[in-house]
């Protein structure tokens, strides 16, 4: 159970002037779920989303302790400040759920995904996308006369922005394992 | 000692010593080896229903009157579909219930079996926690898991489903201490700088309110009483939703009725001009906001709650405090009577004056009549000629729903037993079932519509066999009241689908099932009639014939702010109209 992070927007002369009135300003976060692994709990967590109508822009989930059977689930969500405390606050009280964390609250964190296109092509756009693929620091994993395969791992961005110029080149496919993220520093 | 037993031993020996004394449930072919062990031992009675969502409700009815964890049993497939209202509905209201389904064995699940269902995916969302149990070994420690998750934090419904094999396969006991309850341990203190900081806004507010719900009765009669303490001692105002009824008595001074929807005049325009809300286990629902952007425009809210999701969901707060209603309460008098027991009786004077002048509209007249007799009336009588009695009230949803809260008086915590969040019609007859199994002596009356009482009806078997004397209170008004109501208000008059036609003639309805009915439509029998029904040792169905056009008021209409309340007809028709129209 994560502690309530509610900002306490009150003193003791005039609390309700200082009350902000809730934002419409829709905002991205990334929400790290410490669950115990057990059947069912990823349908839990993606139940409370679809239930209640929250996004998910990304997620990824693997076991992370096997003895201590707990499993990270990574979630990219978009909402108003007021949607993301209630999913934070909506994930607390799963019982399967150990702790609740938002990165992007939460000070700077690490984000990471890995991709593989597919980019099929021959001649100039042909070593286009290698070339690229290099100042990407994409790596071919497979190859034949007229297809690659890179494999890039990056943040979202860099990958969307990889894709971007992958497409006029010959793109195909794209798999993308969704974002996995730690907070940085000892914490 | 370690103890060898089958599964269905286990179910039995760990309800045992979770102090379970009653299952409400229904057999089947994947429950039959723990229905076997029920045969064989004389410490849990099974009370069997006639219809699994019955069980739930009865089950409900027990937990929300006692106080304790209810259990309700049923089998794979069907009988665990067909519990899923009760789970939804105890959801709703967080009233704690183990429900035990039976499963197809092991090794056929996933193959379409004969009565198989995905009883752990169909109940997730509508259940706390959910459990399916694959191996033997398991199975003792999961329900003293499911006990400890179902009554600790908010509490709530918890499933456990235990395929045939399991019962029958033979394990190792884990007696309750032994049994790891996980990590779920909720948080039931209260942030102290915040508690401190309520307090001295009630020690300076000019117009403060109480507005308390279910979470003061969850909390236990301690907490009921911390409130009634600390209500006398400040002398503020308090109005409670449908789901506190009774945690501040009824004949308290202090009380100004229920809130919301077809909450009191003075409860709503209190909530509308307070200067500081101070929400105890309530969860600023839809039934009592209104329209959200002109609900309370002018005050400072506190909110004190378990359930850490409560605060700001719906309303921004401005003192959350997250934590157990009897542990804040306790905080809350301590450090008020510890800063020498202020409030601002001057301003405080004044808003009682506000307060009385709202309460002249005296918003709960009606037309009365010598000649039909009026469902506030016959609410009016019931409430007259049971008063004092060791009273425990059930009710079905609707209009009836509305009158009895708004005409009968809770005096405690434990006695008003209905569905508020999920509304579910046919709740209160299997829950008055759960009522009178649990507290045997005393009178247990479901005041109920004709129409939400015919969706549990069969239950009047399991009201015979066991002898309960349920007493099953009909307002029947040949209508679905509420939906009529509606249609009137929003819809032109168009009655489509609201009224019943080929009602059943409820005296010879009970007299078919072995009861007694009474039937009454002169309100000069009325209370002969109801004296009658009290005096009966046995069930009753009372079909009370009353106008059948009456409209339930007052009535904040969807859509709109507590302070634009209808308070009758003359204001009804097509009041509903814009954005509100589509607010159900």
Excluded at chain 2, 264 to 278: P, R, S, V, W
Aim: hydrophobic letters at 40%; proline letters at 5%; glycine letters at 10%.
């Amino acid at each position: 159970m994560s502690a309530l992070q509610i900002k306490k927007g009150s003193s003791k002369h005039s609390a309700y002037n200082l009350r902000p009135t809730f934002s419409d300003v829709q905002e991205a976060h990334t929400i790290t779920v410490l669950v115990e692994n057990e059947p069912g709990v990823l349908a839990r967590v993606i139940g409370l989303f679809s239930g209640r109508g929250y996004n998910i822009d990304s997620l990824t989930v693997a076991e992370v302790d096997h003895e201590g059977h707990l499993s990270r689930i990574t979630i990219v969500t978009t909402g108003t400040p007021q949607v993301i405390e209630q999913i934070k606050a909506q994930l607390g009280r799963i019982v399967s759920v150990r702790d609740v964390h938002d990165l992007t609250a939460e000070g700077s964190s690490v984000e990471r995904e890995l991709a593989l296109m597919k980019v099929n092509g021959s001649g100039d756009k042909r070593v286009e996308a290698l070339r690229l693929a290099d100042i990407f620091r994409a790596q071919v994993v497979d190859s034949t006369l007229e297809s690659f395969i890179f494999q890039l791992t990056g943040a979202p961005d860099k990958i969307d922005a990889f894709a971007d110029l992958m497409r006029p080149l010959g793109l195909v496919q794209v798999a993308r394992t969704g974002v996995a993220a730690l907070s940085r520093g000892t914490d | 000692m370690t103890r060898q037993m089958t599964g269905a031993k286990m179910v039995v020996q760990a309800l045992k010593d979770q102090g379970v004394d009653t299952v409400f449930g229904y057999p089947g072919g994947a429950v039959l080896p723990i229905y076997d062990e029920i045969f064989q031992q004389n410490d849990i009675q099974h009370i069997l229903v006639r219809h699994e969502q019955a069980a739930v409700h009865a089950a409900e009815g027990y937990a929300r009157s006692t106080g304790k964890v209810g259990v309700a049993l049923v089998t794979s497939g069907p009988g665990a579909t067909n519990a899923v209202t009760g789970l939804t509905d105890a959801l709703m209201d967080s009233i704690p219930i183990v429900v035990l389904s039976g499963q197809v064995p092991t090794f056929m699940i996933g193959s379409d079996a004969f009565q198989e269902a995905d009883t752990v995916g169909i109940t997730r969302p509508c259940t706390k926690h959910n459990w399916l149990v694959k191996d033997t070994k398991d199975l003792s420690s999961v329900i003293h898991q499911a006990f400890h998750v179902s009554a600790s934090g908010r509490p709530g419904p918890v499933l456990i489903d235990i395929p045939k094999d399991v019962q029958f396969a033979s394990s190792e006991y884990t007696p309750k201490p032994k049994a790891p309850v996980g990590h779920y341990q909720p948080q039931v203190k209260g942030d102290m700088e915040t508690i401190t900081a309520l307090v001295e806004a009630i020690e300076t507010a000019e117009r403060p309110v109480f507005y308390t719900g279910g979470g003061v009765i969850n909390s236990g009669p301690a907490a009921s009483q911390l409130l009634r303490e600390l209500v006398e001692a400040t002398g503020i105002p308090i109005t409670s939703t449908l789901m506190g009824l009774g945690a501040y008595p009824a004949s308290g001074k202090n009380w100004l009725g229920m809130l919301g929807m077809h909450g009191l005049y003075e409860a709503n325009l209190a909530m509308h001009g307070c200067d500081l809300m101070i929400n105890i286990g309530a969860r600023f629902d839809d039934r009592i906001t209104g329209r959200l952007d002109a609900f309370s425009p002018k005050s400072k809210k506190a909110h004190i709650d378990i359930d850490p999701s409560s605060i700001n969901k719906v309303i921004k707060t401005d003192l959350p405090i997250v934590g157990d209603v009897g542990h804040v309460l306790e905080d809350m008098l301590k450090v008020w009577k510890a800063r020498g027991r202020k409030v601002n009786r001057e301003a405080l004077a004044k808003w009682w004056r506000q307060i009385e002048e709202w309460k002249q509209v005296k918003c709960l007249t009606y037309k009365t009549s010598e000649t039909t007799i009026k469902p506030q009336y016959a609410l009016e009588r019931l409430e007259a000629l049971t008063k004092g009695r060791d009273r425990y009230i059930t009710t079905e949803v609707g209009q009836h729903q509305m009158w009895a809260a708004q005409y009968l008086g809770f005096e405690d915590p434990n006695r008003w037993m209905t569905s508020g969040g999920l509304g579910t019609m046919g709740y209160g007859f299997p829950s008055s079932v759960g009522v009178q199994v649990a507290h045997p002596e005393a009178l247990v009356i479901n005041v109920a519509g004709e129409a939400s009482w015919l969706m549990n009806m069969q239950e009047m078997g399991t009201a015979v066999q066991y002898r309960l004397p349920v007493k099953q209170f009909i307002l029947n008004n040949e209508r679905l009241g509420m939906v009529r109501q509606w249609q009137q208000l929003l819809h032109g008059e168009r009655y489509s689908s609201s009224w019943s036609e080929a009602l059943p003639d409820f005296v010879k309805l009970a007299e078919a099932f072995g009861a007694k009915g009474i039937i009454c439509k002169d309100p000069a029998d009325l209370d002969d009639a109801i004296m009658e029904m009290l005096n009966h040792d046995g069930p009753v169905i009372f079909d009370c014939l009353v106008e059948k056009h009456e409209n339930c008021f007052p009535m904040i209409p969807s859509g709109e702010p507590h302070n634009k309340m209808l308070l009758g007809d003359a204001q009804a028709t097509n009041a509903i109209a814009g954005k509100g129209a589509v607010l159900v």
